[in-house]
């Protein structure tokens, strides 16, 4: 809560560094913007064709990312694989239905006890399949949240896109029943379902229904003025090197003995 406080209120950006080494994030940034241009296009007809496109999109987009000739060796070897993955995995895809929706934002706009809130989020990419319901795709450099992590509701990203979706907040969509969604692993893929974690049918739709209650009570206990931004407050999240640790103050706490990582530190 302090950390949203601190960058979407008060609109505190942190500065990148001078100079910054080329990391996951820039490599996460080159895939979304490869996959986005592929998926936009018309589709191959092969998957060594579709391959192909995909490496040359890699080609001409990873310099304006960042990779250099240093990087460009141990990244390019991952990128084989995973081009070589994505081809096969975007045409099983399309086999099923097609995607409406590639990096694009959707609203939802609501009035919860007389207040007018906005719920917003952009999609890496929604399917919408052959019975006219949607499936909701995430593409992760990294490892996915764990199962429990979104049935528990520590993990919402998928789950809110569901409610705005639900409400018609994507126009490319408009109303639309939601058949599933998937964190989907592009990068260092063990070849088992672990790969992807998500749900589907009913399951789906009753984590989405939970996601509404648990916004609308996290809304109505975030409205009270009385009610503290706390800094980083669930222990299993809690880091070092949160951005906005130095105006929470939490080292100055611990020095003093009253940070045990779970307390939530200062708070606004």
Do not use: C, M
């Not at 809304?219 to 090197?241: E, G, I, M, W």
């Amino acid at each position: 809560p302090y950390a949203i406080y601190a960058r979407k209120i008060l609109r505190l950006e942190k500065l990148d560094e001078l100079n910054e080494p080329f990391d996951a994030r820039h490599i996460g940034n080159l895939f979304h913007k490869i996959f986005q241009d592929y998926v936009a296009g018309a589709p191959s007809t092969t998957i060594a064709t579709s391959a192909t496109k995909l490496r040359a999109l890699y080609d001409q987009y990873a310099p304006e990312y960042g990779l250099t000739e240093a990087h460009d060796p141990f990244w390019r070897v991952r990128a084989e694989d995973t081009f070589t993955w994505f081809a096969k995995w975007n045409a099983d895809r399309l086999d099923e239905g097609e995607p409406v929706v590639i990096e694009e934002k959707g609203e939802w706009r609501f009035d919860l006890e007389s207040t007018p809130y906005s719920l917003s989020a952009k999609a890496d990419r929604i399917d919408k399949l052959g019975d006219g319901a949607a499936f909701i795709i995430d593409y992760k450099t990294g490892a996915p949240p764990s199962a429990k992590q979104i049935k528990t509701h520590l993990a919402p990203q998928l789950t809110l896109t569901g409610l705005i979706v639900a409400n018609g907040g994507f126009e490319q969509l408009g109303t639309t029943p939601i058949a599933g969604f998937d964190y989907v692993r592009i990068l260092g893929r063990k070849g088992d379902r672990s790969d992807d974690v998500g749900a589907t049918g009913g399951e789906a739709g009753d984590l989405i229904a939970d996601t509404k209650a648990g916004l609308f009570q996290l809304l109505t206990h975030y409205n009270d003025p009385n009610t503290a931004y706390l800094s980083q407050p669930r222990p299993q999240f809690v880091d070092a090197f949160s951005d906005y640790d130095h105006l929470a103050r939490r080292r100055e706490r611990a020095a003093q003995g009253s940070v045990d990582g779970s307390d939530g530190g200062d708070a606004l």
